[in-house]
């Protein structure tokens, strides 16, 4: 049984605040003030679902991603270092917004009840943070209510939001014939750098790759990563690697600035037709850009990794004499550009914002490339596909090379670090600089705007969050705009992590996109 005694009084100490909190798309996300409380009982909760799963390790990620400094989140990581199962969310929420130690124990026993948990059964946690200064204490909130319940968890330290899914996974493949990998950072390190310098070996060397670390956890990632992998086979030029001064984390760099505003971090001289990208404050995201010889900026979002990458797969497979089907999922928030272009090549869905949507449909492909057009995204190859590729008779460096590009990806979840040496790797094999991987098609000029409102639970969706439902006449008024413009497409819908409605316009030319009235006034994101 719960020991409630022990729950009462610790809890006690983490007091919570007149605020209701609501475990959503990223898990539990607000001021970094606001969350001891909440830390405190996510420990509880990630005890009862380790129980729940027979003693599987859970993971516990203590980040608020590409959110301003003073913000700080949480979030559970499922078995096999997927998102927590959406059928778990209303628990989060439950807990979180009990409202006296006395009601947290009674909603703790109807969970128990409810999901029918075995209260006997060992649990394991592994749990990590990113830079935020107010990780410490809320770590130190997390390991409280994992103490409280009897539960011993494991500290992964400040690690990167995919390297924590990694580690979860490690833990509980190991020993099996899923087994993913070593259980350690090092672990970690060291298959990429294996994966990568077969991917690389005997090519042409690039020019070096210049990195925006978004002053995060991904600058001490990436330089423990550049020290196990030589110099020779990827040059990399480190930037924006401040994690000590206050207030620099995701301040005027990373990957969800030079995807809004369409432009490098201000300080950043772009040589023509060099390489850059960027990483989001807790590194699961990343986007390429360039300059051409004009000085004009260009990015290379998501969608543009996707097709990369799809396309050098496909080939791979092919050159390997397999037959194995290669699927795009993306959202509406990818260019029409991209979409008409993956279309002619793949089988492409659509499926609403947030990484477990496009998670879910890419498991149904043999081999699932996703991407969010702002840069987080993955490939993951089933099963069947993983023991074809292992066990295809005629060798081959075609198959080599594709036995090794699923090893280079954290098919766990996006990740910045796994994704760059992706993309390195597509455009090392194709002699392409960031202008011939550019070139494949050219994005509809678009704008995405935020509008806040008195209530945005009253905009519902359908058709993949591509039409608005309610409230009633919004959509046929798109319609109305949309049907005049040009290559136009435009659609509405409510946030998962902010209290606002996104709307999304493209349309042939920039002054078509920005067009009618309602874009153009509003505040640009
Ligand atoms: P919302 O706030 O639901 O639009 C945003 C991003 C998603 C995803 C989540 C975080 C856009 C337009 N939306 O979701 O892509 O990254 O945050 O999980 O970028
Ligand atoms: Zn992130």
Same mark, same amino acid.
């Given at each position: 049984t719960l020991n409630e005694v !022990?729950?009462? +009084?610790?809890?006690?100490? +983490?007091? #919570?605040? *007149?605020? &209701?909190?609501? @475990?959503? $798309?990223?898990g539990f996300r607000t001021s970094a003030d606001l969350l001891d409380s909440v830390i405190f009982r996510v420990g509880l909760l990630a005890a009862l679902r380790s129980k729940k799963l027979g003693g599987k390790v859970i993971g516990v990620m203590v980040t608020a991603s590409h959110n301003p400094e003073k913000d700080n989140g949480v979030k559970l990581v499922d078995p096999m270092g997927e998102m927590l199962h959406s059928s778990w969310e209303a628990y989060a929420t439950q807990l979180a917004n009990a409202l006296s130690a006395e009601a947290l124990i009674a909603a703790l026993q109807q969970i128990i009840l409810a999901a029918e948990i075995d209260l006997t059964v060992p649990a394991t946690v592994v749990y990590g943070h990113d830079t935020r200064p107010s990780c410490p204490g809320l770590v130190k909130a997390l390991e409280d209510g994992l103490e409280s319940i009897g539960v011993k968890g494991i500290a992964a330290g400040l690690v990167t939001t995919p390297q924590l899914h990694y580690l979860v996974r490690c833990y509980n493949t190991q020993g099996t014939k899923e087994a993913y990998g070593e259980a350690t950072l090092e672990g970690y390190y060291q298959k990429l750098a294996a994966a990568y310098t077969t991917l690389a070996k005997g090519r042409h060397l690039l020019p070096a790759l210049t990195i925006d670390c978004a002053n995060g956890v991904g600058a001490p990632a990436l330089k423990a990563f550049s020290s196990v992998i030589s110099h020779d086979i990827l040059p990399l030029i480190i930037t924006r690697d401040d994690t000590t001064t206050r207030g620099a984390l995701n301040s005027e760099c990373g990957a969800d600035y030079v995807k809004t505003k369409q432009q490098a971090p201000p300080g950043t001289t772009l040589v023509p037709y060099q390489r850059y990208c960027s990483y989001d404050g807790d590194a699961d995201r990343i986007v390429y850009y360039y300059a051409d010889d004009k000085g004009v900026f260009h990015l290379l979002d998501g969608d543009k990794i996707a097709g990369l990458v799809a396309g050098f797969i496909m080939d791979l497979v092919k050159e390997a004499g397999l037959e194995l089907e290669v699927g795009v999922v993306q959202t509406a928030y990818a260019n029409g550009a991209s979409t008409e272009y993956l279309t002619n090549k793949v089988p492409t869905t659509c499926v609403p914002t947030g990484v477990k949507h496009l998670h879910h449909a890419a498991e149904s492909y043999p081999i699932g490339v996703y991407f969010e057009a702002n840069g987080h995204g993955t490939v993951l190859f089933s099963p069947t596909a993983l023991s074809t590729i292992a066990s295809h008779p005629t060798p081959s460096p075609a198959l080599a090379n594709l036995q090794a590009v699923t090893e280079v990806i954290n098919q766990t979840v996006g990740d910045a670090l796994s994704d760059m040496l992706l993309v390195e790797t597509v455009l090392l094999h194709r002699k392409w600089g960031p202008g011939e991987w550019d070139a494949a098609y050219t994005d509809l000029p678009n704008r995405l705007v935020k509008v806040f409102v008195k209530d945005r639970y009253a905009f519902s969706t359908e058709d993949a969050e591509r039409k608005v439902v309610t409230p009633e006449g919004l959509q046929a008024g798109v319609e109305a705009i949309v049907g005049? &413009?040009?290559?136009? #497409?435009?659609? !509405?819908?409510?946030?998962? $992590?902010? *209290?606002?409605?996104?709307? @999304?316009?493209?349309?042939? &030319? #920039? %002054? =078509?996109?920005?067009? %009618?009235? &309602?874009?153009?006034? #509003?505040?640009? =994101?």
């Open positions: !022990v729950i009462k +009084h610790r809890s006690s100490l +983490h007091p #919570r605040p *007149d605020v &209701t909190f609501a @475990y959503g $798309t990223a005049k &413009t040009e290559k136009g #497409r435009s659609f !509405v819908r409510p946030s998962g $992590t902010e *209290d606002c409605v996104r709307v @999304y316009a493209e349309a042939a &030319t #920039r %002054e =078509l996109a920005d067009g %009618e009235s &309602t874009f153009s006034r #509003r505040r640009a =994101l």
